[in-house]
T-cell receptor
Framework: DQQVKQNSPSLSVQEGRISILNCDYT??????FLWYKKYPAEGPTFLIS?????DKNEDGRFTVFLNKSAKHLSLHIVPSQPGDSAVYFC?????????????FGTGTRLTIIP | DGGITQSPKYLFRKEGQNVTLSCEQN?????MYWYRQDPGQGLRLIYY???????QKGDIAEGYSVSREKKESFPLTVTSAQKNPTAFYLC???????????FGNGTRLTVT
């Protein structure tokens, strides 16, 4: 049972435009969410997180939006740059839980077209 | 530079052989984790350790074993009991429970 779903395996966006990556979850106990970015042949790196007490968190070109009622979050990248081409993983856990309860989505491969 | 080192990058083994994947960190993190990634799937937790000399099973621990004799090191042994060992294995650490994970660059294991 996939509790964290990234329904788009891939996404292509023109350089300079907005990239929007989506993530849905089913477990209502999840209240802390993270995005990781992964380049080929490398491990994932932490990008941005959001707690359920917020509905938006921004860090430079990256913004994560959380819609708790819809159990949906999205990562916006503006403007998109060629270096953003990577696989993006959404992950979720409960704030009272540790990383051992972290559940990952299957990833979305983002390609930025120059 | 602080980080997590996984070696080797690629590993090939014959079926029926045990194999040990190395993971070393110099971040002074207490918690360490092993994940497995298969095509089309998210990362799945194999084992984790919150402190030296202690470790816990994750979601898919069957066929694997670990040790945590030193804070810096968390090797993973893939035993012959693991039915589908071919995968990409990632080691991670975190400064404390709940803080974001730092990952190594992974080991791709192929068993034939």
């Amino acid at each position: 049972d996939q509790q964290v779903k990234q329904n788009s395996p891939s996404l292509s966006v023109q350089e300079g435009r907005i990239s929007i990556l989506n993530c849905d979850y089913t477990n209502s106990m999840f209240d802390y969410f993270l995005w990781y970015k992964k380049y080929p042949a490398e491990g994932p790196t932490f990008l941005i997180s959001i707690s359920s007490i917020k509905d938006k968190n921004e860090d430079g070109r990256f913004t994560v939006f959380l819609n708790k009622s819809a159990k949906h979050l999205s990562l916006h990248i503006v403007p998109s740059q060629p270096g953003d081409s990577a696989v993006y993983f959404c992950a979720a856990t409960g704030a009272n839980f540790g990383n051992e309860k972290l559940t990952f989505g299957t990833g979305t491969r983002l390609t930025i077209i120059p | 530079d602080g980080g997590i080192t996984q070696s080797p990058k690629y590993l090939f083994r014959k079926e029926g052989q045990n194999v040990t994947l190395s993971c070393e960190q110099n971040l002074n993190h207490d918690a360490m984790y092993w994940y497995r990634q298969d095509p089309g799937q998210g990362l799945r937790l194999i084992y984790y350790s919150q402190i030296v000399n202690d470790f816990q099973k994750g979601d898919i621990a069957e066929g694997y074993s670990v040790s945590r004799e030193k804070k810096e090191s968390f090797p993973l042994t893939v035993t012959s009991a693991q039915k589908n060992p071919t995968a990409f294995y990632l080691c991670a650490s975190s400064i404390r429970q709940g803080s974001p994970l730092h990952f190594g660059n992974g080991t791709r294991l192929t068993v034939t």
